[in-house]
C-alpha cells in the first residue's frame, strides 16, 4: 500500500479488539496511530505507534492529549459509546468530523433514535413506557417475554430478556448500572428474522452496501441473543427496498448525514421492518471485510482518509457499491464460547489457506478465560470468520465444514463452543 500519510498522526478513540484492524490499516498507509482506552492491556494499543491511558470518555482528557501530541486526525474505532466523544474533540480542535452534534444526539440513545425513527415512517421495536419508578399502572399494561436494555450502550451489554416481574425488575437494575445517563428501555421481545442493513455515505451520496439476514443463540434463556453469524445477501432484500429504503434515506438526509458508515439492525415479522438498534462508525461484526473482498474498496481507509483530509477519497460508490454483491454469497460465522478457561482450540489452523475464508478476526486465545459476565453479550465471541463463495450451495457448505471442525475445549475437556445456526433453514435450502 502507497504510504500517502507518511507521518501524519492519527489519534483512535478506543482499543477493543474489532479496533486492531483499523489501525492497522492506517499504519499501512504510513499513519502514526496513536490508541487511547481506559484499559492499558487493550489489543489494538500493541498494533499502534503509540498508546495511551486516557478514557475514551474524558473529553478533556482526550483533547489535552490530541494537542499534547500535535495529531493530524481523531477517528473512533469500533465504540458507539465513544462517538459523541469523537464529535466533541474533532469540533474543538477543528479537525474533520463525519458525525455532528444533531447525529450524535440522535444516534447515541436508543430511545431518541426510536423516536426520530417513527417520524419518517421508520417503525421501531413496540415498547412500554416505564419509568425507575416502575409504576404498578405500567407495570400492569406490559405483555411478557420483554427485552429490557439501556439507552446508551450495545453489543449486548446490559440486556435481559425479562418473563415476569421478578425477571424485569432484575432487567431494569441491570440496564440501570450499564448506562452513563441512567436510562433504559422496555420492549416487546421480537422472535421473528433478525436483519442488518449497513450503508456507507460519501460526500451526500448514500449507498446500501449490503443488506442481509442474522442468526441468534437461542442456548442462553434470559440473555440478550447473541449472534451467531449471518448470510448475504437478505432473503428479504426486494421487500425492504420496496417499503422501508426509501424512508430510511429520507431520514439520513435530513439529519444531514454526508459521510461515514452506519449500521441499522431490525426485524422483519409478518410483512414489516421493525429497527431496533445502529452504529454510526464501523461495526464489530465488520460487513466491510466482505466488501472489501466483493468490491474492492475498503471503508476503514475511507475513514482513515477522511480523518486526515476531510475526503474520503476516489471511491464511487454508485460504481463499486452493489447491495447483491456482483451475483456472490457471503457470510459471517461467529464462534460463541461458554464460561470457562480456554485449554485448547482447534479448527482454525488451515484458514489461511482457504480461499473462501477472506478475513478472520480472532478475539479470544488458549489461555483466555471466558468470564460470567461476558455470557449473552459480544465478549463471549472466540472468533469471527467472513466467507465468499460464488454459489449458495458451496456457502452451505462452508459454512457446515467450519461449524463442525472448530472445537474448543475447557479446562475440563468438555466442548466450549455454542451450537451454530441452522445453514439449510438459513439459506432456505430444506
Not at 88 to 106: F, H
Not at 110 to 127: N, Q, S
Not at 398 to 422: A, H, R
Request: net charge negative; glycine share 10%.
Amino acid at each position: 500500500m502507497e504510504k500517502e500519510f507518511a507521518g501524519k498522526k492519527l489519534l483512535i478513540l478506543g482499543g477493543n479488539p474489532e479496533t486492531t484492524p483499523l489501525v492497522e490499516i492506517a499504519n499501512g498507509m504510513g499513519v502514526k496511530t496513536i490508541v487511547t482506552s481506559a484499559r492499558h492491556t487493550d489489543p489494538a494499543k500493541s498494533v499502534a505507534w503509540k498508546a495511551f491511558d486516557v478514557d475514551g470518555m474524558d473529553v478533556p482528557g482526550l483533547i489535552a492529549l490530541a494537542r499534547e501530541e500535535k495529531v493530524d486526525g481523531v477517528l473512533v474505532g469500533v465504540a458507539d459509546i465513544l462517538v459523541p466523544s469523537y464529535c466533541k474533540v474533532c469540533d474543538a480542535l477543528e479537525l474533520p468530523c463525519y458525525a455532528t452534534q444533531q447525529i450524535v444526539d440522535v444516534f447515541a440513545f436508543k430511545d431518541v433514535f426510536k423516536a426520530t425513527c417513527e417520524r419518517y415512517g421508520v417503525h421501531g421495536i413496540p415498547e412500554y413506557y416505564l419509568d425507575a419508578d416502575l409504576k404498578r399502572e405500567d407495570l400492569d399494561k406490559i405483555v411478557y417475554p420483554v427485552m429490557v436494555k439501556p439507552v446508551d450502550n450495545g453489543g449486548g451489554v446490559g440486556m435481559t430478556v425479562a418473563h415476569n416481574e421478578d425477571e424485569l425488575r432484575v432487567g431494569v437494575e441491570k440496564a440501570l448500572s450499564a448506562s452513563n445517563k441512567k436510562r433504559f428501555i422496555v420492549e416487546k421481545y421480537m422472535q421473528c428474522d433478525d436483519m442488518g442493513m449497513y450503508y456507507t455515505f460519501k460526500d451526500g451520496y448514500c449507498s446500501a452496501s449490503c443488506i442481509y439476514d442474522r442468526y441468534t443463540t437461542d442456548e442462553q434463556p434470559g440473555l440478550s441473543r447473541v449472534c451467531l453469524g449471518g448470510t448475504y445477501p437478505s432473503k428479504h432484500l426486494d421487500e425492504y427496498f420496496a417499503r422501508m429504503h426509501e424512508n430510511v434515506l429520507r431520514m439520513f438526509r435530513e439529519i444531514g448525514i454526508r459521510n461515514g458508515v452506519l449500521m441499522l439492525s431490525g426485524f422483519y415479522e409478518n410483512g414489516e421492518f421493525y429497527v431496533y438498534d445502529t452504529g454510526f462508525r464501523l461495526q464489530g461484526e465488520a460487513p466491510h471485510l466482505l466488501m472489501k473482498a466483493i468490491h474492492g474498496f475498503d471503508q476503514r481507509e475511507m475513514l482513515v482518509r477522511f480523518a486526515l483530509t476531510g475526503s474520503e477519497g476516489a471511491v464511487n460508490l454508485k460504481k463499486e457499491d452493489d447491495t447483491r454483491l456482483r451475483g456472490k454469497w457471503a457470510a459471517t460465522l461467529w464462534v460463541l464460547l461458554k464460561k470457562g478457561r480456554i485449554a485448547k482450540i482447534e479448527g482454525l489452523d488451515r484458514l489461511a489457506s482457504d480461499s473462501r475464508v477472506v478475513a478472520n478476526i480472532q478475539r479470544l486465545h488458549e489461555g483466555d478465560t471466558v468470564l460470567e459476565e461476558w455470557i449473552g453479550n459480544e465478549k463471549q465471541v472466540l472468533t469471527r470468520m467472513y466467507l465468499v463463495c460464488n454459489s449458495k450451495k458451496e456457502l452451505a457448505e462452508c459454512l457446515k465444514e467450519y461449524q463442525k471442525k472448530i472445537t474448543v475445549y475447557g479446562e475440563d475437556g468438555e466442548n466450549m463452543v455454542l451450537k451454530g445456526f441452522d445453514v439449510d433453514a438459513a439459506l432456505g435450502l430444506k
